[in-house]
C-alpha cells in the first residue's frame, strides 16, 4: 500500500480516537493544538519573526545525501519534486482532514518566498542553497529545512532537517502515528533517494 495511503488510513483513526477523547472532557489537551492551528502558524510578513519561530522548535532528524550535480542542478530537481510531489489529491485531502493551514498549492513557482504546498508554506528560497518550509495543522507546528553545498566539481549534498513540536495530548499520539512508526524517515529517505535519481 502506497505510504500517503497508510497516512490518511491513520489520520483517519486519530481523528476519531481524539475525537472520543475530547468527548469525555479531556479539552485541555487540546489547548495547545488550537493554538497551533490559529496563532503559531499565522503568515509572517516578518522574515526574523519565521525563523526565530522555526528554530524555537525542537530539532527531529537530519537526512542527507551526495548527489553528482551540482548545487543549481538539484535545486531545480528539488523544488519539481516538492511541488509535484505535496500538490497530488491525496496530499490536499490529507492536508485538509487535519487541519492545515496551508491546504493548496499556490504562488510562484519555481518555489519562492510565498509559495504554498499542502500542509507547507515557503518561508525561505535561496537558488542554489536554502528552502524553508514551515507548516501547522491541528497537531504539530513543523519545518523543513533543504540545504544545498557544492562538495567537489558536479557533485553536491542535500541535507534535510526537520523541527516539529506536537503539543498536548493529540500531539504526542500524532508524534507515535507519524514519528515512532518510523513512516517520517522512510518518506524523508525516499524523497531524497527520489531527488538524487532525478539529478544525477
Known sequence: ?????????????????????RGRGREQS????????????KPRPDLTE???HIASL?????HSTVIAAGADDVWLRLGEKLDRFFSRPGMASYARLVGSTDCTASG???LAEGSTLPGFRVVVAVPGRELVLEGCHRFSSYALIFRLENVSPG???????T????????????RLIVIGTGGHVVGMRRLLSSIRLRSE
Open 1 to 21: 500500500m502506497h505510504i500517503l495511503l497508510i497516512f490518511i488510513f491513520v489520520a483517519v483513526i486519530f481523528l476519531l480516537v481524539a475525537s472520543i477523547l
Open 155 to 161: 557533485r553536491s549534498r542535500l541535507r534535510a532537517e
Open 58 to 62: 525542537p530539532f527531529l532528524d537530519e
Open 163 to 174: 523541527r516539529a513540536a506536537f503539543p498536548g495530548l493529540a500531539g504526542g499520539l500524532y
Open 30 to 41: 487540546f489547548e495547545g493544538r488550537r493554538s497551533c492551528h490559529t496563532t503559531a502558524c
Open 50 to 52: 519565521a525563523m526565530m
Open 108 to 110: 510562484p513557482r519555481p
